[in-house]
């Protein structure tokens, strides 16, 4: 599904292409109570909230950004909010630092996604937040931001001076589209074969200039591919996983661009083996041409299952 947005006096006229047809939507346009406020130090350590109308404290979902580590931004669909709204599901949607190759590389942006959900919690109260029911998803880099706080061991510290570090990094689920399960060069190269990992972004999350160096890497610098991939850190008491894929399946042509493939199903495959291992509940949809299911609304009661497990 597809969404194209246009404003008319206060309204958002939400155009949507699901199986190849159009539809049209009203939906008032959301006024989150909180724009652009910051919960980090850093520029780009900025996010957005929009609060579900609820008495009671409300799950929350956090759309994390796509865009190769590089670009993009926090915009979500207001389509998509509305969504979560109807559900009494609170959502925010934030920014974090993009990698430059020098002096902002990996796992940088990963640690602006976990602050964020460290600030998030420490505002449950002010903002009406069930901290205890909380899930992240995105897509391409959003999505292994997601995996990466999903799967990684709590970064909480209790004797921080800064509150907000002493707040817990684990969530309930993990959605993603077209996530990479491991931003590791020589593992994407086994996985998804052609020149994906030559995408000139696995390149500057790790400040490497050369395939030569990509492949090669200094003990110290397979010690960051390591501590920088979801994968690596997947563990039996994860939260569980539903993941989309809608690029291509099979072998990348012989002809294959650099970074071609970089959304491919067998990272999906790849974590889904893991997951079935460690009995770990999961969600594996291929569709190319993203037909078929809508995979929007089954995201959603996939998280709602989820939040009701917790007590």
């Known amino acids: 599904m597809i969404a194209f947005v246009r404003r008319f006096t206060g309204l958002l006229i939400v155009l ?14 959301p006024k989150p109570p909180q724009l652009d406020v910051k919960y980090g130090p850093a520029e780009r350590n900025v996010l957005d909230f929009y609060q579900a109308k609820s008495e009671q404290p409300t799950p ?20 998509q909010v509305k969504m979560f ?77 800064d509150p907000i570090k002493r707040e817990s990094t684990r969530i309930q689920a993990i959605g993603t ?7 590791d060069p020589i593992k994407i190269k086994e996985l998804i074969g052609g020149r994906a990992w030559e995408h000139p972004s696995i390149f500057k999350v790790y400040g ?15 010690k960051l591919y390591d501590e920088s991939s979801a994968y690596t850190h997947l563990t039996k008491d994860d939260p569980p996983l539903y993941m989309v894929y809608t690029e291509a399946d099979g072998p990348l042509p012989a002809d294959a661009r ?12 790849h974590l889904k ?5 460690l009995m770990i509940e ?30």
């Open 282 to 311: 999961n969600v594996f949809v291929n569709q190319p041409g993203g037909r078929h299911r809508n995979v929007h609304v089954e995201m959603l009661e996939f998280f709602q299952r989820q939040f009701a497990k917790v007590k």
């Open 85 to 161: 709204h109807d559900a009494g599901i609170s959502v925010a949607s934030i920014h974090y630092r993009f990698v430059d190759g020098k002096d902002v590389i990996f796992p940088a942006p990963q640690h602006d996604g976990a602050r964020a959900v460290q600030f998030l919690r420490s505002k449950a109260r002010e903002w009406n937040i069930d901290s205890k029911r909380v899930a992240c998803f995105g897509g391409s880099a959003g999505a292994g931001i997601s995996m990466w706080i999903g799967f990684h061991e709590d970064l909480a510290d209790p004797q921080s001076v």
């Open 273 to 277: 083996a893991k997951m079935d291992e």
């Open 177 to 183: 589209f077209g996530g990479q399960s491991t931003y």
């Open 208 to 222: 490497v200039r050369t395939a030569e160096e990509a492949l090669h890497p200094t003990p110290e610098k397979q």
């Open 16 to 29: 949507l292409v699901c199986d190849g047809a159009w539809s049209q939507e009203k939906v008032a346009a």
């Open 60 to 79: 929350l979902v956090i759309y994390i950004h796509g865009g190769g580590f590089v670009g993009g931004n926090k915009n979500v669909a207001p389509a």
């Open 258 to 269: 650099p970074g071609q493939g970089i959304h491919h199903p067998n990272f999906g495959r």
